[in-house]
């Protein structure tokens, strides 16, 4: 309680303002995940980042219908916006 | 039923009717359904109808012809197959026995159901060896081809044909229509495909004749309207299947079919192939094919059961059916065959009856079942469906429960009224309602919408709103307990001269966060700076502006104690980017002595930057070697180096410019006193901040000129002040010169090339921007190294030749090795000559 | 140390649900979210949109621990419930 104080943190908002123009990690449904510069962001999580690496992940699973081991696509883009809809979380990348 | 089906057929294809020969397209486009339906139907009629009840076929194709035909096709094209028969027994039996009597449906059903029956399984079986007749289509009555029900009589009823003829010949004016008209030829022919070929052939007939479906259906309708009489005849109480009704009905019909001709032409017709009459030219034989391949069984199986009843009446005596109708009912049926064809000739008057109003309308009742609760109320099949039911279930009273499926009971409708009825009635009603029912539709949809964006649940959680995910509403009054005044910042203000822990990551990001807004908001203001008039004003002003700097000031934590915690808080401010970034901006605004302050401070606890403390490890010549997680580090703090390199160091040489003698001397103390110096100085901010340094001092020692920027330094350095600095560079020195060689990084990748990352060594191996990038890197330190020589004391100087002389033998050698590139050992010569001109020496004297 | 139940203590202890998000601030609490993934965290605060912002960050999916996040701000369209996984 006392490091959230500190902090400052008021509302959950606070944290995401505290990532701007750091790295953050989104994750987005449909198994996307998103790693980028944070440069902006609104109320509704719509977000803009930059040096954005995308990765999608799928679980293929076989004629049996046994999964196989999870497997990512990724890409990379340079800039990108996110539509706040498809926000599920955001965390600063750790280091 | 088969009048909906009739008409259902004849909606669709009326459309393709109208346009002419579009009949073909019109069906694909209505895909299977009512296209195909009514093409089936009334292919399957007309191959009953081949015999006689071609012509029927149209009356009775309304009727019972039509039904079975269409029930079973639909049936097929819906994948039921199988279960024709019952289907019939809805369709037929409702339409045939219930349906006013009046009708001749029963009659027409009769036979229809008879005929097409037997011509569809008959045809397929029998028929197909016969088929060929072609021939005897085209051989037939002229007027008959054009009617493509009139189809082909087999040879042997070529006798019967004549009486057939007579029966065909009435119709043959309406049929001709029929026949020659696209929509009409779809009929008879059999399969869709079937009647498409038999186009080509069919141009036989007047192209004139061709009704739409709209006429047809008048016909049809017309058909019902006079048929009762007829019916009485076939009208059996029960729901039967198919095949039941068909015997009952051939039963109760042979006696007085003997009579007519048509009728045993009819049987065997259906024997024979031949009674395609439409499709003549299209190769019959192989439509029958396909359509025995589609529906063996039917063909087969139920041809002898059908032929009993149909074949019987063979007038002719042709007819193999032993059990030959009486000729009582050939004359009967006969006398019906009469009826319908002088019925058929009566509706074709009202061909066209459907205009295109009708149309859309009957498009809107299906656009509109789709979409309401209740699909049947202004169904108008559905409604004329369950009308002929009800009037049949009150015919039929005693009798058998009905076997159809009650519909939703639908408006009544005038179906069996006069024949300008039918529309007229319906239309005005079920219109308005259509109207309103769409109306309503709409009406409710955008209520609907409304409802659900506003949808608002009081409940024990509160205010439950909708939002969606993409404009979401605050489900919830949260309190909120922290005020931002509790801010990391002032917080940390507060307390003074005990250690404490670092500010985390959060603390700093927040304290950051309000910088930020707090260097706008000055920004902002030093932008709105009253007109130089309003001196009140401008005093004002200013003295906001103040209170804000102030209130930075605050915030930067630069008065901590230097030791309240490690990282200092201010450095902890300087460490992330984006706090080094807000550096220079914040420089802006703090007067000289607090920058000064910072500056010292910065200088004290520079071990502590991150860029000084976690300074990135030489490059690797072969970045595949280092795992991710490194590489991302690597670059990160790369990055980092860079940005503080950009952002604070120019602010850094900034500040030291406007420092006099004393004070450069002071931070290197300081520097010397709290650090260990060799440390600091092997990191790229290390050496430029000493080089700031250094340098600085120099020019003061060297050339006092006056700086317009700051006139108080413009004095000639003190002698107190440059003796303080002679000692505190010696020192300085002292404790450096050992490490010294080590400071460049081609020494330090040197160390670690031994181990498993092959560190840029400058060799040859690496590419040639990565070396160009170690040579930049090795020309800081060598300016370093410059800037030590020349604030060092002679015998200062030899130690530091003596130190860097390996360092200074090997790059110049290696700049004269002809494998260096050109690039390279330039940069190599002039980093080298950069420190011995400093001694006054150059690198061509070596060697 | 309810984990199941979306906020018994809540109703129990504090008697209203603002209540109940008011005490859990600064408390250890598990927020499921749609699609079934738990979030084990101090609960540094959260909103009125149910948006969170956890500190020290389990995910959770599957019964498996499949992340850390040192702080994440869980986009509240997602919450399913909260709940305290220590006494209140």
Same mark, same amino acid.
């Given at each position: 309680?006392?490091?959230?104080?500190?902090?400052?943190?008021?509302?959950?908002?606070?944290?995401?303002?505290?990532?701007? @123009?750091?790295?953050?990690?989104?994750?987005?449904?449909?198994?996307?995940?998103?790693?980028?510069?944070?440069?902006?962001?609104?109320?509704?999580?719509?977000?803009?980042?930059?040096?954005?690496?995308?990765?999608?992940?799928?679980? *293929?699973?076989?004629?049996?219908?046994?999964?196989?081991?999870?497997?990512?696509?990724?890409?990379?883009?340079?800039?990108?916006?996110?539509?706040?809809?498809?926000?599920?979380?955001?965390?600063?990348?750790?280091? | 039923?088969?009048?909906?089906?009739?008409?259902?057929?004849?909606?669709?294809?009326?459309?393709?009717?109208?346009?002419?020969?579009?009949?073909?397209?019109?069906?694909? =486009?209505?895909?299977?359904?009512?296209?195909?339906?009514?093409?089936?139907?009334?292919?399957?009629?007309?191959?009953?109808?081949?015999?006689?009840? $071609?012509?029927?076929?149209?009356?009775?194709?309304?009727?019972?012809?039509?039904?079975?035909?269409?029930?079973?096709?639909?049936?097929?094209?819906?994948?039921?197959?199988?279960?024709?028969?019952?289907?019939?027994?809805?369709?037929?039996?409702?339409?045939?026995?219930?349906?006013?009597?009046?009708?001749?449906?029963?009659?027409?059903?009769?036979?229809?159901?008879?005929?097409?029956? =037997? +011509?569809?399984?008959?045809?397929?079986?029998?028929?197909?060896?016969?088929?060929?007749?072609?021939?005897?289509?085209?051989?037939?009555?002229?007027?008959?081809?054009?009617?493509?029900?009139?189809?082909?009589?087999?040879?042997?009823?070529?006798?019967?044909?004549?009486?057939?003829?007579?029966?065909?010949?009435?119709?043959?004016?309406?049929?001709?229509?029929?026949?020659?008209?696209?929509?009409?030829?779809?009929?008879?022919?059999?399969?869709?495909?079937?009647?498409? +070929?038999?186009?080509?052939?069919?141009?036989?007939?007047?192209?004139?004749?061709?009704?739409?479906?709209?006429?047809?259906?008048?016909?049809?309708?017309?058909?019902?309207?006079?048929?009762?009489?007829?019916?009485?005849?076939?009208?059996?109480?029960?729901?039967?299947?198919?095949? %039941?009704?068909?015997?009952?009905?051939?039963?109760?019909?042979?006696?007085?079919?003997?009579?007519?001709?048509? =009728?045993?032409?009819?049987?065997?017709?259906?024997?024979?192939?031949?009674?395609?009459?439409?499709?003549? @030219?299209?190769?019959?034989?192989?439509?029958?094919?396909?359509?025995?391949?589609?529906?063996?069984?039917?063909?087969?199986?139920?041809?002898?059961?059908?032929?009993?009843?149909?074949?019987?009446?063979?007038?002719?005596?042709?007819?193999?059916?032993? +059990?030959?109708?009486?000729?009582?009912?050939?004359?009967?049926?006969?006398?019906?065959?009469?009826?319908?064809?002088?019925?058929?000739?009566?509706?074709?008057?009202?061909?066209?009856?459907?205009?295109?109003?009708?149309?859309?309308?009957?498009? !809107?009742?299906?656009?509109?079942?789709?979409?309401?609760?209740?699909?049947?109320?202004?169904?108008?099949?559905?409604?004329?469906?369950?009308?002929?039911?009800?009037?049949?279930?009150?015919?039929?009273?005693?009798?058998?429960?009905?076997?159809?499926?009650?519909? /939703?009971?639908?408006?009544?409708?005038?179906?069996?009224?006069?024949?300008?009825?039918?529309?007229?009635?319906?239309?005005? #009603?079920?219109?308005?309602?259509?109207?309103?029912?769409?109306?309503?539709?709409?009406?409710?949809?955008?209520?609907?919408?409304?409802?659900?964006?506003?949808?608002?649940?009081?409940?024990?959680?509160?205010?439950?709103?909708?939002?969606?995910?993409?404009?979401?509403?605050?489900?919830?009054?949260?309190?909120?307990?922290?005020?931002?005044?509790? !801010?990391?910042?002032?917080?940390?203000?507060?307390?003074?001269?005990?250690?404490?822990?670092?500010?985390?990551?959060?603390?700093?990001?927040?304290?950051?966060?309000?910088?930020?807004?707090?260097?706008?908001?000055?920004?902002?203001?030093?932008?709105? $700076?009253?007109?130089?008039?309003?001196?009140?004003?401008?005093?004002?002003?200013?003295?906001?502006?103040?209170?804000?700097?102030?209130?930075?000031?605050?915030?930067?934590?630069?008065?901590?104690?230097?030791?309240?915690?490690?990282?200092?808080?201010?450095?902890?401010?300087?460490?992330?980017?984006?706090?080094?970034?807000?550096?220079?901006?914040?420089?802006?605004?703090?007067?000289?002595?607090?920058?000064?302050?910072?500056?010292?401070?910065?200088? $004290?606890?520079?071990?502590?930057?991150?860029?000084?403390?976690?300074?990135?490890?030489?490059?690797?010549?072969?970045?595949?070697?280092?795992?991710?997680? *490194?590489?991302?580090?690597? $670059?990160?703090?790369?990055?980092?180096?860079?940005?503080?390199?950009?952002?604070?160091?120019?602010?850094?040489?900034?500040?030291?410019?406007?420092?006099?003698?004393?004070?450069?001397?002071?931070?290197?103390?300081?520097?010397?006193?709290?650090? %260990?110096?060799?440390?600091?100085?092997?990191?790229?901010?290390?050496?430029?901040?000493?080089?700031?340094?250094?340098?600085?001092?120099?020019?003061?020692?060297?050339?006092?000129?006056?700086?317009?920027? #700051?006139?108080?330094?413009?004095?000639?350095?003190?002698?107190?002040?440059?003796?303080?600095?002679?000692?505190?560079?010696?020192?300085?020195?002292?404790?450096?010169?050992?490490?010294?060689?080590?400071?460049?990084?081609?020494?330090?990748?040197?160390?670690?090339?031994?181990?498993?990352?092959?560190?840029?060594?400058?060799?040859?191996?690496?590419?040639?921007?990565?070396?160009?990038?170690?040579?930049?890197?090795?020309?800081?330190?060598?300016?370093?190294?410059?800037?030590? /020589?020349?604030?060092?004391?002679?015998?200062?100087?030899?130690?530091?030749?003596?130190?860097?002389?390996?360092?200074?033998?090997?790059?110049?050698?290696?700049?004269?090795?002809?494998?260096?590139?050109?690039?390279?050992?330039?940069?190599?010569?002039? #980093?080298?000559?950069?420190?011995?001109?400093?001694?006054?020496?150059?690198?061509?004297?070596?060697? | 140390?309810?984990?199941?139940?979306?906020?018994?203590?809540?109703?129990? /202890?504090?008697?209203?649900?603002?209540?109940?998000?008011?005490?859990?601030?600064?408390?250890?609490?598990?927020?499921?979210?749609?699609?079934?993934? *738990?979030?084990?965290?101090?609960?540094?605060?959260?909103?009125?949109?149910? #948006?969170?912002?956890?500190?020290?960050?389990?995910?959770?999916?599957?019964?498996?621990?499949?992340?850390?996040?040192?702080?994440?701000?869980?986009? @509240?369209?997602?919450?399913?419930?909260?709940?305290?996984?220590?006494?209140?």
């Amino acid at each position: 309680m006392d490091d959230a104080t500190n902090t400052g943190i008021s509302e959950p908002l606070d944290l995401v303002k505290l990532s701007l @123009g750091e790295r953050v990690f989104i994750k987005l449904r449909g198994d996307r995940t998103v790693t980028g510069v944070l440069h902006a962001y609104d109320a509704h999580m719509n977000v803009v980042l930059s040096q954005v690496e995308e990765t999608i992940h799928f679980v *293929d699973v076989t004629e049996e219908g046994n999964p196989l081991p999870p497997r990512a696509e990724r890409r990379n883009v340079e800039m990108l916006f996110v539509r706040g809809d498809g926000v599920i979380l955001i965390s600063p990348t750790q280091q | 039923m088969s009048g909906f089906f009739g008409f259902d057929a004849a909606l669709p294809e009326r459309r393709p009717g109208q346009p002419g020969g579009g009949g073909e397209s019109a069906r694909h =486009q209505f895909s299977g359904f009512q296209a195909s339906n009514t093409d089936e139907t009334f292919a399957l009629s007309g191959a009953g109808e081949e015999e006689d009840l $071609a012509v029927y076929t149209w009356g009775e194709g309304m009727g019972g012809g039509l039904l079975e035909g269409g029930d079973e096709l639909n049936d097929e094209t819906f994948g039921d197959v199988g279960e024709i028969s019952n289907t019939f027994q809805f369709s037929s039996q409702p339409a045939q026995q219930p349906a006013k009597p009046s009708y001749g449906h029963n009659q027409s059903t009769g036979r229809g159901p008879i005929a097409s029956t =037997q +011509s569809r399984y008959k045809p397929k079986v029998a028929a197909d060896p016969f088929a060929f007749s072609e021939d005897d289509f085209y051989s037939r009555p002229a007027a008959k081809k054009p009617a493509a029900k009139g189809p082909s009589r087999p040879k042997a009823q070529t006798a019967q044909s004549g009486s057939v003829e007579g029966l065909w010949n009435k119709p043959a004016l309406p049929s001709p229509a029929w026949g020659t008209a696209p929509s009409s030829m779809s009929k008879p022919t059999p399969p869709p495909a079937a009647s498409y +070929s038999a186009y080509p052939s069919a141009p036989s007939g007047p192209p004139g004749h061709i009704k739409t479906l709209e006429e047809i259906e008048a016909e049809m309708s017309q058909l019902d309207v006079t048929g009762p009489s007829a019916k009485s005849l076939t009208g059996q109480p029960k729901v039967l299947s198919l095949e %039941e009704i068909e015997k009952q009905m051939m039963e109760s019909m042979e006696p007085p079919r003997q009579p007519t001709p048509q =009728q045993y032409v009819a049987p065997p017709r259906e024997a024979t192939p031949t009674t395609v009459p439409g499709l003549p @030219g299209s190769g019959y034989g192989t439509q029958k094919a396909l359509l025995d391949s589609m529906f063996p069984e039917l063909g087969q199986g139920s041809i002898p059961t059908q032929r009993a009843g149909p074949f019987p009446p063979g007038p002719e005596g042709v007819p193999p059916p032993p +059990s030959g109708p009486s000729p009582d009912e050939i004359a009967r049926m006969e006398a019906i065959h009469n009826r319908i064809s002088a019925k058929i000739e009566s509706m074709a008057q009202h061909n066209n009856l459907m205009g295109s109003s009708d149309k859309d309308f009957i498009t !809107r009742i299906q656009l509109s079942q789709l979409a309401t609760a209740d699909p049947y109320t202004s169904d108008f099949y559905a409604q004329v469906f369950s009308a002929l039911k009800r009037s049949r279930i009150a015919a039929e009273g005693q009798g058998e429960g009905p076997t159809v499926v009650p519909v /939703a009971a639908g408006l009544g409708l005038g179906v069996g009224g006069p024949v300008g009825n039918r529309f007229g009635k319906m239309g005005s #009603n079920t219109m308005q309602k259509l109207s309103t029912q769409v109306k309503k539709l709409v009406e409710n949809r955008a209520q609907h919408q409304k409802v659900m964006n506003t949808a608002a649940l009081q409940g024990a959680l509160g205010r439950v709103t909708r939002g969606n995910a993409a404009a979401p509403r605050p489900v919830l009054a949260i309190p909120t307990s922290n005020k931002p005044e509790h !801010r990391a910042a002032s917080h940390l203000n507060e307390q003074t001269g005990i250690h404490r822990a670092a500010l985390t990551r959060k603390q700093i990001m927040f304290a950051l966060e309000e910088l930020y807004d707090a260097v706008l908001e000055l920004e902002q203001m030093r932008r709105e $700076a009253p007109p130089p008039t309003a001196m009140e004003e401008i005093e004002v002003w200013h003295a906001r502006c103040q209170a804000r700097v102030d209130n930075i000031w605050r915030r930067l934590m630069v008065m901590e104690p230097l030791d309240v915690s490690n990282p200092h808080p201010f450095i902890s401010l300087l460490n992330p980017i984006k706090g080094q970034r807000l550096f220079p901006r914040l420089l802006r605004h703090l007067p000289h002595n607090q920058s000064i302050t910072m500056l010292s401070l910065l200088i $004290a606890t520079y071990p502590q930057l991150d860029v000084v403390a976690r300074a990135p490890p030489p490059p690797v010549a072969d970045a595949s070697l280092l795992t991710k997680a *490194d590489r991302l580090d690597r $670059a990160k703090r790369e990055a980092e180096t860079d940005n503080f390199l950009h952002c604070i160091i120019p602010g850094v040489d900034m500040i030291i410019n406007r420092c006099g003698l004393g004070l450069v001397a002071g931070m290197l103390a300081i520097s010397a006193q709290r650090s %260990e110096v060799w440390k600091v100085a092997s990191t790229r901010p290390g050496v430029a901040l000493y080089t700031a340094l250094l340098s600085k001092a120099q020019s003061l020692i060297r050339a006092p000129a006056p700086d317009p920027l #700051n006139p108080q330094q413009s004095h000639s350095p003190d002698p107190a002040e440059i003796d303080q600095w002679s000692k505190t560079f010696t020192y300085f020195l002292h404790v450096l010169l050992p490490h010294l060689p080590e400071l460049f990084p081609s020494s330090v990748a040197q160390k670690a090339a031994f181990g498993p990352g092959a560190y840029l060594l400058g060799g040859d191996s690496i590419g040639e921007r990565e070396a160009v990038e170690m040579e930049r890197r090795e020309a800081e330190v060598w300016g370093f190294a410059a800037a030590l /020589a020349v604030n060092a004391a002679e015998e200062e100087q030899t130690s530091l030749v003596a130190a860097l002389r390996e360092k200074i033998l090997h790059t110049v050698q290696a700049a004269r090795n002809p494998a260096t590139g050109p690039i390279r050992s330039e940069i190599k010569l002039r #980093n080298v000559n950069m420190f011995l001109n400093g001694l006054g020496l150059d690198a061509a004297m070596i060697e | 140390m309810s984990s199941a139940s979306p906020e018994p203590d809540a109703g129990a /202890a504090a008697g209203s649900p603002s209540e109940f998000l008011k005490n859990i601030v600064g408390k250890r609490v598990k927020v499921r979210i749609g699609s079934g993934v *738990d979030y084990h965290g101090l609960l540094t605060c959260l909103d009125g949109y149910m #948006n969170v912002a956890l500190e020290e960050t389990e995910e959770w999916a599957g019964g498996r621990k499949t992340a850390e996040y040192g702080d994440c701000f869980l986009r @509240g369209n997602n919450v399913l419930y909260i709940s305290a996984l220590e006494d209140l």
